[in-house]
């Protein structure tokens, strides 16, 4: 069988929906969202109920060795055509020789599936490149940002609604990376949309997720891109009241990475083209630069270089550097003057 360098969760996902299973399935990563989806999958569809009370094993690394695990994997299915092994916290595992031994000829009929959380293994080591040549490891990585509203869209897609881009981004800025998180909000919105509107809109998302669809970060971002100097304030002024709506600490990467882009984007040979903005910015698509068309025409590149600066400034002082006591609030209020003036 050929190595399989470049499995992916949705590659994955289908090979295990058609049946099409591997002896051995290696899933590491920092993002334990795309782990537990295939391991779950696994647990629950590839025995029936019946056939699980004799070939279902559950083990934990930090309880087991590597031997322990062989002599499991070894053994040959009860009135069913799989066994699933399932080693959780495989990170913890000691051990590894009889592994070695066993991934070069692994049993047919056994599934061993090896769930290693918020880390990743050494590629190099032999046992792990032998699991690559006859099932898959696959490394499940944390969404990079840009990469965090086509996802939104994604699930909802999957399951029959709709989302406008103001409502994604609301949920991306409100909920972050965590997609455990994410997708519980998600599954939530879902539940109370109603059959016959399948749309999700920011009145459904201050309903449901408790996100101002006034005052929330996305609006706060849009205020400062189009130089609204009064609706800034007056977001500023509703997180300093409400803290849960807004975090300080979420709202500075948010504005770092936005100027730090607008910076980039002043490089751009064909800055006044939103699709060569796009193409040089490596967003998703033209719409995604709207917003970066927007600052290059209400800041100028010396001071996007200036609020950058700023930025780190406040950061630091919110870390206590050079700032003893200024509370969170008042700093983001300094922010906003600042780059507004």
Not at 51 to 64: I, K, L, P
Not at 244 to 270: D, E, H, R, T
Not at 272 to 281: D, F, G, I, N, T
Request: aromatic letters at 10%; a neutral charge.
């Amino acid at each position: 069988m050929a190595e399989t360098k470049n499995a992916t969760f949705d590659s994955i996902m289908h090979d295990l929906k058609q049946r099409n299973y591997l002896p051995i399935y290696y899933l590491m990563g920092e993002e334990s969202f795309y782990i537990d989806k295939i391991s779950d999958y696994i647990a629950e569809n590839v025995l029936t109920p019946e056939e699980r009370d004799f070939n279902m094993t559950v083990m934990y690394g930090a309880d087991v060795t590597g031997k322990d695990v062989v002599e499991v994997a070894r053994r040959y299915p009860m009135m069913s055509e799989h066994q699933v092994v399932i080693v959780k916290e495989a990170q913890k595992l000691k051990g590894l020789e009889p592994l070695e031994k066993y991934v070069e000829k692994p049993l047919a009929s056994t599934i061993l599936v090896f769930c290693h959380k918020y880390g990743v293994a050494d590629r190099r080591k032999k046992v792990y490149s032998e699991m690559a040549k006859v099932g898959v490891v696959f490394e499940s990585k944390k969404l990079r940002d840009r990469d965090l509203i086509p996802f939104i869209g994604k699930y909802l897609q999957a399951r029959g609604a709709s989302i406008d881009p103001k409502s994604e981004q609301i949920i991306a800025d409100s909920i972050g990376p965590d997609l455990n998180r994410l997708t519980s909000e998600l599954d939530k919105v879902l539940i109370a949309l109603p059959a016959d509107d399948k749309r999700v809109t920011p009145e459904v998302v201050e309903r449901q997720i408790g996100v101002s669809k006034d005052f929330n970060t996305f609006e706060l971002r849009d205020a400062i891109v189009n130089r609204n100097v009064y609706k800034a304030n007056q977001i500023a002024n509703y997180f300093d009241i409400n803290p849960k709506a807004g975090s300080f600490y979420q709202i500075l990467p948010l504005l770092f990475n936005y100027f730090q882009n607008l910076m980039i984007a002043f490089y751009c040979p064909q800055r006044a083209s939103q699709e060569a903005v796009a193409k040089w910015l490596d967003l998703k698509s033209p719409w995604a630069a709207k917003d970066y068309m927007t600052g290059m025409r209400n800041y100028s590149g010396m001071k996007v270089m200036q609020i950058i600066s700023k930025i780190r400034e406040i950061d630091a002082k919110s870390k206590g550097i050079d700032n003893p006591n200024t509370p969170s609030g008042e700093l983001m209020k300094e922010l906003i003057f600042f780059i507004f003036h």
